[in-house]
Structures are given as C-alpha cells and as structure tokens.
C-alpha cells in the first residue's frame, strides 16, 4: 500500500469514526435558536384575537424578521394561588395558541408563545415584561369595557413598557377574530 | 419501583374485608341532584326486604319531598354540640355503634364534625361503622374531592372549605353517580326544589348557572369512569400469584402520559397537543427533557426552558428536566419509574452521515418500553406542504 492510499484510507476511516462518534449521544447540537431575535408581543384575552392585531404583527414580524409571541393572559381568581393550574382557562387558550401558532408559522414567521397568569390582565402583562424583552407591543383597543385590556391597562402599557407600543383603535372590522375554530376537532 | 410485597397489602386492602361493612357512595355534580332522595330510596327497600334500616344522619336542607321520604325509616337522634356559644347537631357515633343496625345512612360524608367529637370529620366516623360491620349508603358531591378542588373553583369561583382526600371514593365498594342534566336541575330549584325561595336568585345568578353545571357533570362522569376503571384494574392485579408478580411494574391506574420536549420555542406545540391528550384521556402529563450532562443551558435555552415551566404550571403539568447521555435510555427510566403508559415526541429531523445507522428514537422506545404507546405529534402547520 503506497503512503498516498495510506493516508487516504486512514483519513477515510477517521472521517467514518468522528461522524459516529459525534452525533452518538443523540442530543441534537445544531439545533437552530432564534439568537437575539426581535420579538413582537401581542397580548391577548378571552377566546380570540383580533384579526387586524394579527395580521399587523404578522406584517411587521416578516419585515424586520422578528419573532411574534402571542400570549394569553390569565385571570387567577382570588380564592387561588397564583401558580395554580387553569385547566378551565386552558381549554380557551390552548386552541387559540394553537391555531395562532400554526397560521405564523404558514406564512413563514417563527413564533414563540406563551400564557401568563396574573390576578389581573395588567398584572400578567407586568409579570411577562418583568421576565422577557419585548422589542414591540401590539395591542388592539376594545370599545366594550368589559372585555381585553382596559384603558388605564393602555395607559399603564405606554407609560411604563420600555417598547414600542402599537395600539390598534377599534374599527368595524374587529368582528374579524382568529379563533380556536381553525383546529377545533383535530387539535 | 415498588417491589410486588410492598404493595400487596395496598392491594389486598381493595378486597372486601371479612366482617367489615359494604360502604356504596351516591355521587353527584352538586346539590339538589337526588342523592340524598336515592340514599332514602335505598334505606326503604332494604327496610321492607326485612333488613334492620337506620338513618344516622341526614341532612335534609328544608327538602319538603326528602323530609317525606324519610318517613318510616327509624332514626339515630342526633347529639348536641355546644361549641363557644353555639349549638351544633352532629351525628351520634357512639349511639349509631351501639344500636348496631345492619345499614346506616349517613348523608354528606365530607362534613367536618364539631370540636371535641371522635373524629374531625365524618368520613372518618363512617370507617368506624364498616369496621363494625354495618353497611354504610352515604352521599357527596364532586366538588369535595381533595384532587378537583383547584378545578372546580375555577370553574365556579366557588371553593370548598369542607374537603375529602380522593382514597374514601377508592375504599368505596360501589359509587353510584346520580346524574341529572344541568337544564332539569335549573328547572327543580326554579320550582323551589333544591332551597328556599328566598336564596334561589343567588343560587341561579352564582353556582347554579348552565355552564357551571355542564362542567361539573362532566367531572363527575369522568370521576365515575376512572373509579370504575381502577376497581377493574385492581381486581384484574389481586387475582392470583402470577396476577401480583406481573404488578411488578408500577400499575397505571388510568393513563400517564410522557411528553419530550427540548427549550425551543416549537416545543410549546408538542406539549399543547400532549395535554389536550391528557385531558380526552383524564391523565396526568410529565414534560421531560433529557438534558445533555455536564452543559449549562444556553441563554436561549434559559429562556425557553422558563416558559416551559411556566406553560407546564398553568397546566397542571409535571416539568423534569433528567441529565442523561444518551437520551432513550433516560426516557425509558424515567417512563418506567413514573408508570407512564403513552410518550409523545415530535418529528425528528432526518438524519445526516452514519447516524442514519442508529435506531431511530420512536423505535428505540418501542424496544426498551414494550406496552408502552409512542406517539409522533406532526407539525400541523405544515400539512398542506407536500400536497400535489
């Protein structure tokens, strides 16, 4: 065997046995993380999200290759502490998360969601922006009072988040929601 | 893992104890059901088939049609508790053991006795009747179980002070669920069947509303099905030598899901998808990731593996994260040492170079978990993709 064949083999051979050895403890090490990625907040209530704050978000993510997280915040009544689980609430959030999740993904945008607990909604929203940046907030403004953030919960948002605060004003097309109704019998 | 002669007395305290007393429980979504009326339906027709019949306590709520039904049927008068000031009615053990019938009725078994009494609550006076070998028939509604408390006061804003632990359901010999729908128990306390006209707004405007009632009969359905699942369970376990060795591994009462997740934002998905799973079967969900040793997690990672914890929390699911080199190995461990009997994991990525040449991670599990389910959760975002 001539040194060229010899080399040649030999290299073939360590090639052969690194390529085995390095994936050998089946952890995945190339696994793809969104690094320092924008990140687009859109915060919502109840069993849907307003199509309009949706698509805006969608829009801005692909522009500015953002990631969009959608989350769901959850009133704990009083009587509960508050990491008690939510199953009740769950079984709103969880299609809608899904469903929100699945359309981001189709039109190319990476998502991240997420459902925070708190006694009220502001109170969630305060805990999420405690823990995670945000680079935008897109929030959409509700005509009735009893639903979604408040005004004063607007206020607090622009006064005190230290993002961009997008707030949507209500318009006639608000009756166009993304509801849990896209995955509903095979979520 | 429990060795099989740890567990035999668990199992065999399932058998009808020799003198002990047949205890069946009537189980409803809340008050005004018909429990009571059936556990005095009950007490009559063992009356007149010649069996010596008492009421130890019944708690009749001002219920004109249970008060009637009650007629005829002899009963234990209740002791008088006085306690700072006030005066308390509780059920008379002593005078129930010492008149030693062959079946008591004890209504409402999650009711706390009064201060001072043998026991502090009434389940617990109950078990002193079966050790005596009277037959008990007794009532409760689901709200009270210790496990559905959190649930159900979530559900109705409503929270139960008077508690039971979820085992007095399990040492029952019969549970029987009294079901009504939710639209012919409005249109009873409407009547004024349920309580007094004077509390029937409240009752319609709070707890009593269609949803709250939906909810609680669909737990209530469920409970029954897990009991009834359970006691098969356990007697298929007990039945012979052979039966006790093979409980060797942890028997799953019910299902248990596994759910492997990695601190990656898409990771939420799967364990969304595992808990509705959890929730159509009434499991219990484990999120595990298998942690490569000796790595910290990256800031990503951090940050992922947060909103994990937070997600599982919310869910009342179990988060574990398990350092292990090689990953299938771990999961089994952790699956056989929880009883899981279903895991779920997503899609992997296709393989590169020689590790095409490894066994695949589904297969992997199937080997080392025989009986175990492995389930593949699909991207569904990503359904359409390959379609002409």
Known sequence: ?187 | MVPAADRMPELVRERPQPGRGHYTIFLGMAAGVGKTYRMLQEGHAELEAGRDVVIGLLESHGRAETQALAEGLPTVPQRRVEYRGTELWDMDLPAVLKRAPELALVDELAHTNAPGLEHEKRYEDIEDLLDAGIDVLSTVNVQHLESLNDQVAELSGVRMRETLPDSVLGRADEVVLIDLSPEALLTRLRAGKVYKPERIDAALNGFFRIENLSALREVALRQVAEEVEAKRLVTETVGTRDDVLAADTPQAVGERLLALAEPYPGAQRLVRRAWRSAQRLGAQLDVLWVSPPGRDPTPEQERALGALRQLASVLGANLLVEPGDDIADTIARIARDRGSTYILLGRSRPARGLARLRTPMPQALMERLPGVDVRIVADRSKKHEKTP
């Open chain 1, 1 to 187: 065997m001539t040194p060229t064949i010899a080399i040649a083999v030999g290299a073939l051979a360590a090639g052969l046995v690194g390529g085995w050895l390095l994936p050998s403890n089946g952890h995945n090490r190339d696994k793809k993380l969104p690094h320092g990625t924008r990140r687009i907040l859109v915060p919502f209530t109840g069993t849907s999200i307003s199509r309009r704050a949706f698509d805006a978000a969608i829009r801005l993510a692909r522009v500015e290759d953002a990631t969009i997280m959608p989350a769901y915040l959850a009133r704990v009544p009083r009587h509960l502490p508050l990491d008690a689980p939510l199953p009740v609430q769950c079984h709103s959030a969880m299609p809608l998360l899904e469903t929100i999740e699945q359309r981001a993904t189709a039109l190319g945008v990476s998502v991240d969601t997420r459902i925070i607990r708190g006694r009220t909604y502001r109170d969630a929203l305060r805990r999420l922006l405690d823990t995670e940046h945000v680079d935008r907030v897109i929030v959409s403004a509700t005509s009735s009072a009893r639903t979604g953030l408040s005004s004063d919960d607007l206020e607090w948002l622009l006064e005190k988040v230290p993002a961009e605060v997008m707030i949507l004003r209500p318009d006639p097309e608000d009756h166009r929601a993304v509801t849990a109704g896209a995955v509903a019998g095979h979520f």
